[in-house]
């Protein structure tokens, strides 16, 4: 039996997924047809490949009692009655499970993106866009390789894919429109997702897992830039009942993110009580201000797309989290460049400490 199947809460065979499509694929002769905005990204892109085994230090491990070094006030569990009962054996457990949990999330969703990309490659109608999706294709395939060793050398447990994501993927990767997987993929999964990692990779006190999530943010980043390029060239020449079709899946969305993303299926695992917990969630201050913060690169970007209908501002009014319309997202994609630029500088100090260390003792 692999690894893999020993350590994931339920058998791999029950986690395999097909998703029919449909999709069209888009030839085009017109080669000269390039923006520059696209072509400086797919340049980046280019310039910006990197090696998940040589330039994360993988000697580094996990701390055994809470993985990732991260605040308990993040746990769905913190400050109930039962985190209170528990033992701090019963709490590394949990640490462990919420933490593999929301990794798995991260493998996972890198595969839709994966996906998703390789789909833009083959749909979207234009060159430049084509050549920005392939670089990102190779992206997408170094986050699923770092996760996915990360969850089996580290954590040794793997969760499968949330039902709630796993909606929103199969309605990215099945849609006929390529816009949509743009839109689904491109700026709302990868919004919620930088939001996620930038919360590990800023609070995280384990070197290791802090750099593996920058390093991913800083692709990221170029990829939500990407799609908000892309949508923004595109979404004026829409009709309105198209522009209404993608408003009111951003609505949707938006709102299944919020409420479902949340890792029940841990306490489902554990067998502890979800109803209990559940209602503690919904008034935990902690719990708000989490959900408030996963929209952060959500908003400013559905705001630059122009899906900034009446109907998109009273959803993100009534989720509280409207006041993101005022963030420059641009300025903080290129904030993600330079955060992992200096993780990289903090590498190459502690390698340079290590051959010091090492040519002394020799």
Not at 167 to 187: C, E, G, V
Request: aromatic share 10%.
């Amino acid at each position: 039996m692999a690894a893999t199947q020993i350590n994931y809460t339920l058998p791999v065979e029950q986690t395999k997924w097909f998703v029919p499509g449909g999709a069209e694929t888009a030839f085009t002769w017109d080669y000269d047809d390039m923006r520059g905005s696209l072509l400086s990204l797919y340049d980046k892109g280019k310039r910006q490949q990197w090696d998940a085994s040589d330039r994360i230090d993988w000697s580094q491990d996990l701390d055994p009692e809470n993985p990732m070094q991260l605040p308990d006030e993040s746990l769905l569990i913190f400050g109930t009655p039962m985190w209170d009962r528990m033992t701090e054996a019963e709490r590394r457990r949990f640490r462990h499970h919420a933490q593999a949990w929301q990794i798995s999330q991260f493998l996972h969703g890198e595969q839709g993106a994966l996906i998703c990309t390789a789909k833009i490659v083959q749909t979207v109608p234009d060159i430049d866009s084509k050549f920005y999706a392939a670089t990102q294709v190779a992206d997408e395939a170094r986050h699923v390789e770092a996760y996915s060793r990360l969850l089996r050398e580290k954590f040794e447990l793997a969760y499968p894919i949330n039902p709630h994501l796993k909606t929103l993927l199969d309605q990215a990767i099945s849609d006929r429109r390529w816009d949509f997987t743009y839109l689904a993929m491109q700026i709302l999964i990868e919004g919620l997702a930088l939001a996620a990692f930038q919360r590990i990779r800023d609070y995280s006190q384990n070197p290791l897992s802090a750099a593996i999530n920058a390093y991913v943010m800083q692709d990221e980043a170029r990829h939500v830039a990407f799609g908000r390029l892309a949508l923004r060239d595109y979404y004026p020449h829409l009709t309105q009942k198209e522009r209404d079709e993608r408003e009111e899946f951003v609505q949707e969305a938006c709102w299944l993110m919020r409420d479902r993303f949340t890792g029940f299926e841990i306490l489902e695992h554990l067998d502890l009580p979800v109803a209990e917990i559940r209602e503690h969630a919904e008034h935990s201050e902690a719990m708000r201000l989490f959900r408030t913060f996963l929209f952060s690169r959500i908003v400013p970007t559905v705001r630059d797309i122009g899906l900034w209908g009446p109907r998109v501002q009273k959803t993100y009014t009534d989720m509280g989290v409207i006041m993101f319309s005022q963030i420059d997202s641009a300025e903080m994609l290129a904030q993600d460049q330079k955060v992992a630029e200096e993780f990289d500088a903090e590498k190459r100090l502690r390698d340079l400490e290590k051959a010091i260390a090492q040519g002394e003792a020799d």
